[in-house]
């Protein structure tokens, strides 16, 4: 099958007569296109165009191909992305885009979706620093573009509106635009996460000039990334606007054709320069070149402080996830090599940094300290004092201070069953290991047995109310503490489930493993824990498995998007949008344990 085939254009300023005319032109010389990926602000800088523009979006004028926007600010945003938002087929958990219009579609906030088999990868809007909301990214679509990072598979292309601060570091000074500001247009937010999540495209506009970065390689992966600064459409020194690609996506691609080096390859220009290479460049560089904002820091406790270089309380994050920093000796923040270590085991980011975690449950990176080695049985002792540390700060050890206790509605020896934060649907629960393990698979022979009981008991507790129980789990090879989720559907539909699963695989380019009998017991025996995997257990007694690979895009809540689509919630795909306050998981808890007695099998 032939590589999709895409066009890139910078920002719009709602000039969409002379874009869909060039797109056209270049559609029919060049193409078939699939689609159009626009950055950089999209809707009109001037009140004249506002005419031309409404006329796209009310469909007066037809928008020739696929258009998927992240520029969502200008004149006459508001109202159109408010009634976007309002309109009831944009309802839900839309990753692939708000629909404007025939061929329209606003690319909201940040998320990841697959289009032509590509992964690609989006953060909406600017940077903010006064608190509003329309055409800016906020904190929570920060923290969900790093969450990709610990997704397995690469992404394909990443769309920003603005540069990633430092891009031309190491870049031949020839190619750079003359005169480009380094404030203008630039953004370290876009710069972290560039570094964090490693695009094989990063495709960005708002600085008005058409710049192609020679490719670069990334820290810790094998793949390279190239850098596309986009000029505006119609500008007046007639810059490069629209751009064509056509990569083969990363899902596809073996390790060898994924390690190949491109000519002209230089080192990440977000790791360290060398002091001997750039110094005449670097006489040139003003204050704000190197700011303190580029080098995403946050406070970290006194008993981390070890081995550093800086007087300050906050670590450096260029130090951290690279090793080394451009200021070296002069860096005004630590340089914290217990933490370096820390972090090269998977230790949650946040947690070295700022001794917690925000994502919470939702995070798959450890929150604890790790030993050298945590995985082997040679040692006991350093193994349980292993896990004695792991439950002092994993969000699902029982033993744990950071557990949610009031989520809890039953405890047996070897598993405890909680109401999840933000639930799908009523009494949704998950069945969770006391003990820190990353999944249900590895466990003993007699843990299995209490897992069965308490999966029967909610199948005869749901049964009493006309439904089915779905449980699935997501083990991720880097998780922490596993979490068995167990929704309940009503019977009317559980029929459709295996179909439905079956559908949303097929769309991502998978087809499940289908074990008939003891397909769990057929899971334990096969697992070894060296790569992720998913798997559901149907109602009637089915299995599907996907093992996924580390070149492959999966969703962590793929299964949560599934069955949300069945019960016809999908706006509560998200689990972020589901949160209750504490009163009110309270009361859903204290409603479960009462209708629940008659089945807990701990009472």
Request: aromatic content about 10%; glycine content about 8%; overall charge neutral.
């Amino acid at each position: 099958m032939a590589p999709p085939r895409i066009l890139l254009c910078g920002d719009v300023r709602g000039r969409l007569n002379q874009l869909f005319k060039r797109v056209s032109s270049v559609n029919k010389s060049a193409g078939p296109f699939d689609a159009l990926l626009c950055v950089g602000q999209f809707f009109p800088d001037a009140p004249e165009l506002l005419e031309e523009f409404v006329d796209y979006v009310e469909g007066r004028s037809p928008v020739p191909l696929p258009t998927y926007f992240i520029g969502d600010y200008g004149i006459g945003a508001p109202k159109v992305l408010s009634a976007a938002s309002r309109s009831h087929a944009n309802l839900g958990f839309k990753m692939d885009g708000l629909k404007i219009c025939e061929n329209l579609y606003w690319l909201k906030g940040s998320g990841k979706f697959t289009l032509h088999g590509l992964s690609v990868a989006y953060i909406s809007g600017r940077h903010s620093l006064d608190g509003q909301q329309l055409g800016k990214y906020s904190q929570d679509d920060v923290d969900a573009m790093r969450a990709l990072a610990e997704e397995p598979g690469v992404i394909d292309i990443l769309l920003s509106n603005e540069w990633p601060s430092g891009v031309t570091n190491r870049a031949a000074q020839t190619d750079v635009p003359p005169g480009i500001s380094e404030t203008f247009g630039s953004d370290s937010t876009i710069a972290e996460i560039v570094a964090e999540i490693k695009p094989r495209y990063h495709i960005a506009g708002t600085k008005g000039v058409f710049y192609a970065r020679e490719p670069y390689s990334n820290v810790d992966a094998v793949h390279f990334t190239r850098f596309i600064g986009l000029a505006p459409v119609g500008n007046k020194e007639k810059q490069k606007f629209i751009h064509a690609l056509s990569p083969t996506p990363a899902a596809m691609m073996s390790s060898s054709e994924m390690s190949m080096k491109p000519p002209n390859t230089t080192l990440s220009p977000f790791t360290s320069v060398e002091q001997t290479s750039g110094a005449k460049e670097a006489g040139k560089r003003t204050a704000d070149d190197t700011k303190d904002a580029q080098y995403w820091r946050y406070d970290v406790s006194q008993k981390r402080q070890k081995h550093a270089v800086g007087d300050g309380d906050r670590l450096c994050f260029k130090y951290l996830s690279s090793g080394t920093c451009p200021r070296g000796e002069k860096c005004n923040f630590r340089h914290d090599t217990d933490a370096r270590v820390q972090y090269r085991r998977g230790v949650c980011f946040d947690f070295l940094n700022k001794g917690n975690c925000e994502r919470g449950p939702d995070c798959t990176f450890k929150h604890s300290l790790q030993e050298e080695d945590e995985s082997g049985s040679q040692n006991g002792n350093r193994s349980r004092g292993a896990n004695v540390n792991r439950s002092k700060e994993c969000w699902f050890c029982l033993s744990s201070p950071n557990v949610e206790s009031h989520l809890i509605i039953s405890v047996g020896e070897r598993f405890y069953c909680a109401l999840p934060k933000g639930p799908l649907v009523e009494d949704h629960v998950l069945i969770i290991p006391i003990e820190h393990s990353p999944n249900t698979l590895s466990l003993p022979s007699e843990s299995e047995t209490e897992l069965n009981r308490f999966q029967n008991c909610l199948k005869m507790y749901h049964k009493s109310q006309q439904k089915e129980v779905v449980f699935f789990e997501w083990v991720s090879k880097r998780g922490t503490h596993a979490n068995l989720q167990a929704i309940p559907v009503p019977s009317s539909r559980a029929a459709a489930l295996q179909s439905i699963f079956s559908l949303a695989a097929e769309k991502l380019g998978f087809t499940f493993n289908i074990s008939s009998a003891d397909g769990r017991k057929m899971l334990r025996t096969k697992f070894d824990g060296k790569q992720s995997l998913f798997y559901v257990e149907l109602p009637e007694g089915p299995v599907l498995s996907h093992t996924v690979e580390d070149n492959e895009n999966f969703p962590a809540q793929f299964g949560r998007e599934v069955v949300a689509g069945l019960l016809n919630v999908a706006d509560k795909a998200d689990w972020r949008k589901c949160a209750l306050s504490k009163e009110e998981e309270i009361r859903l808890a204290e409603e479960f344990k009462r209708r629940f007695a008659a089945f807990d099998p701990n009472t």
